[in-house]
């Protein structure tokens, strides 16, 4: 059996637990969301707003902009669901763990993101996965198929832009370490399906804070050579700079795309991170 096989098959034995996983998260953040109303094509009262040039006439509300000096639209709760599409680094950086971390970046990667699919699912969205040939799943039983295609992924360090729906949302979960301008060719290709996105950074507490003292040997976990650091407190402030430059170089990848970023340590509770993510994709009252 190749280690691409033995992969799939370890995470397909655990699937069951982490499907429990992510249903808990999700339920947790579940309970303190509200209903993700939005301006669009349905049938239930949501609000007036003023007409603007540019609107059509045809949506006007004769009746309220008789009581004004100002003509006013009246706008209706969007019914049609949107597609979501979620991917996760499987690359080797991801299968690392220090002893300060509960849990492999991965891991992280896949509670977050199959609980994600789970509040989306539950606020009826449909939710695929980046990947060629993958389908979307709607309902609550589409988690547990969603989790079954997850199980069959081996995703490369970054996402294919083929495949996605136009005007679709995407949400990628990695740990983004990798040369800034290849991600920013890869979030371009997506941006320009064109898809609204959100980066989320995964890190090992190790990774964010350098925490090693003394001598240390660090082995690449992707087949770069060793790297023998004599003395690792007098790296520390260096090491520092440079992941802040690469998250300031992420959010502005994002923001240029029109994208949110964050970033969340696998020491810290999954659920702020989760209700960030459903918060990005939740349009503000009137937005289109």
Same mark, same amino acid.
């Given at each position: 059996?190749?280690?691409?096989?033995?992969?799939?098959?370890?995470?397909?034995a655990?699937?069951p637990p982490?499907?429990?996983?992510?249903?808990?998260?999700a339920?947790?953040?579940w309970?303190?969301?509200?209903?993700?109303?939005?301006v669009?094509?349905g049938?239930s009262?949501?609000?007036y707003?003023?007409?603007?040039?540019?609107d059509?006439?045809?949506r006007?509300?004769w009746?309220?902009s008789?009581?004004?000096?100002?003509?006013?639209?009246?706008?209706?709760?969007w019914?049609?669901a949107q597609?979501?599409?979620?991917?996760r680094d499987?690359?080797?950086?991801?299968?690392?763990r220090s002893?300060?971390a509960p849990?492999?970046?991965?891991?992280?990667?896949?509670l977050?993101?199959? &609980? +994600?699919? *789970?509040?989306l %699912? #539950? !606020?009826g969205?449909?939710?695929? /996965?980046?990947?060629p040939? $993958?389908r979307?799943v709607?309902?609550?039983?589409?988690?547990?198929?969603l989790?079954?295609?997850?199980?069959?992924?081996?995703a490369?360090?970054?996402?294919?832009?083929t495949?996605?729906?136009?005007?679709?949302?995407?949400?990628?979960?990695?740990d983004f370490?990798?040369p800034?301008?290849e991600?920013?060719?890869?979030?371009? &290709? +997506?941006a *320009?399906?064109? %898809? #609204? !996105?959100?980066?989320?950074?995964? /890190?090992?507490?190790?990774e $964010?804070?350098?925490?090693?003292?003394?001598?240390?040997?660090?082995?690449?976990?992707?087949?770069e050579?060793?790297?023998l650091?004599?003395?690792v407190?007098g790296?520390?402030?260096?090491?520092?700079?440079?992941?802040a430059?690469?998250q300031?170089?992420?959010?502005?990848?994002?923001?240029?795309?029109?994208?949110?970023f964050?970033t969340?340590?696998t020491d810290?509770?999954?659920?702020a991170?989760l209700?960030? /993510?459903?918060?990005?994709?939740s349009?503000?009252?009137?937005?289109?």
């Amino acid at each position: 059996m190749n280690t691409q096989a033995r992969r799939a098959e370890a995470l397909g034995a655990r699937l069951p637990p982490l499907l429990v996983a992510a249903e808990r998260v999700a339920s947790t953040v579940w309970q303190g969301v509200h209903g993700r109303r939005r301006v669009g094509q349905g049938d239930s009262f949501w609000q007036y707003r003023p007409f603007l040039p540019g609107d059509p006439a045809s949506r006007i509300d004769w009746r309220q902009s008789a009581r004004s000096d100002r003509l006013f639209l009246r706008e209706t709760e969007w019914e049609a669901a949107q597609t979501v599409a979620l991917w996760r680094d499987g690359s080797p950086s991801m299968r690392w763990r220090s002893r300060a971390a509960p849990t492999e970046k991965i891991e992280r990667a896949e509670l977050l993101l199959l &609980a +994600l699919a *789970g509040l989306l %699912l #539950r !606020g009826g969205e449909r939710v695929r /996965l980046v990947a060629p040939a $993958a389908r979307s799943v709607s309902g609550r039983a589409g988690l547990a198929r969603l989790a079954d295609q997850l199980g069959e992924l081996q995703a490369p360090a970054l996402p294919p832009a083929t495949g996605l729906p136009r005007h679709a949302s995407v949400v990628l979960i990695g740990d983004f370490l990798g040369p800034l301008d290849e991600i920013r060719a890869c979030v371009g &290709a +997506l941006a *320009g399906v064109p %898809l #609204r !996105g959100h980066l989320l950074q995964v /890190l090992d507490p190790a990774e $964010a804070l350098l925490p090693y003292a003394g001598r240390i040997r660090f082995q690449g976990t992707e087949q770069e050579a060793a790297t023998l650091v004599p003395r690792v407190e007098g790296v520390r402030a260096a090491y520092a700079e440079r992941l802040a430059a690469q998250q300031e170089g992420l959010a502005a990848i994002a923001r240029a795309a029109g994208w949110g970023f964050a970033t969340h340590r696998t020491d810290h509770p999954p659920e702020a991170a989760l209700l960030a /993510l459903y918060a990005a994709l939740s349009p503000e009252p009137g937005r289109r």
